[in-house]
């Protein structure tokens, strides 16, 4: 069975930062990676994955996570948040193969003028 | 194209009572899931159907929560009797049918039992 940990529960950071919201995933098999943010009273949206490939993926809103084998990491970047960049962010992952997707508990970012 | 609709929005229900939550996947999508998400526990999945057909309902949490999907366009997800600790927010979400596609969610189901 797979499971993720996304290692920082909040994240405070100020306008223009730049910011890091990791994430560390167990799998026996091959898994796809996945980053979903929520915004305030809705549901989650994709922000980028990664499903093969290179390593480093580009998503929406200027983010981008770099997926390392070795070190079962897929850790999301942006090099300078905005305000409405503050949401709760989710890792998941699904087996290759599989259609189950497993959530991490999620890191509220938020984003300080 | 319209996203994934569920409803109600918001339900405040005594305890005891039936509450049943509604969704309609994306047109085309045929993998449907129900998830919950409460501040303690984060986001679980409850269950999830694919053509219709529950594959993996493991996440049930007991007998009083039941699912349905009686066609490719409808899901119910009911919980009888309610109780306090049910109260979260279910969120729908499909997809297709394809290892590693994207799962597209509702806006959620805001359930209150008192």
């Known amino acids: 069975a797979q499971s993720v940990t996304q290692l920082d529960s909040q994240v405070p950071v100020f306008e223009e930062a730049p910011v890091e919201l990791r994430c560390n995933y167990s799998?026996?098999?091959?898994?796809?990676l996945f980053w979903y943010v929520q915004y305030p009273n809705q549901g989650l949206q994709l922000l980028l994955k990664?499903?093969?490939?290179?390593?480093l993926v580009k998503g929406i809103n200027g983010f981008e996570a770099e997926f390392n084998k070795s070190q079962t990491s897929f850790h999301l970047r942006k090099p300078s948040v905005h305000i409405s960049d503050t949401a709760e962010y989710f890792c998941?992952?699904?087996?290759?193969?599989?259609?189950?997707?497993?959530f991490g508990a999620g890191t509220r970012l938020f984003v300080k003028a | 194209d319209a996203g994934v609709i569920q409803s109600p929005r918001h339900e405040v229900t005594e305890m005891g009572q039936e509450v049943t939550l509604r969704c309609k996947p994306i047109?085309?999508?045929?993998?449907l899931f129900w998830y919950r998400q409460t501040m303690m526990r984060g986001l679980e999945l409850l269950i999830y159907?694919?053509?219709?057909?529950?594959?993996?309902d493991s996440g049930m949490p007991e007998d009083r929560f039941s699912a349905k999907m009686p066609n490719a366009s409808f899901s119910t997800l009911k919980i009888q009797p309610s109780e306090p600790r049910d109260s979260a927010v279910y969120f729908c979400?499909?997809?297709?049918?394809?290892?590693?596609?994207?799962?597209?969610f509702g806006e959620g189901s805001w359930l209150t039992v008192v």
């Open positions: 979400a499909s997809s297709l049918d394809i290892s590693g596609n994207t799962i597209y």
């Open positions: 799998s026996s098999v091959s898994v796809y």
């Open positions: 159907f694919n053509n219709n057909v529950p594959i993996d």
């Open positions: 998941a992952v699904t087996n290759t193969g599989g259609f189950k997707t497993i």
């Open positions: 047109s085309g999508h045929n993998s």
């Open positions: 990664y499903l093969s490939g290179s390593t």
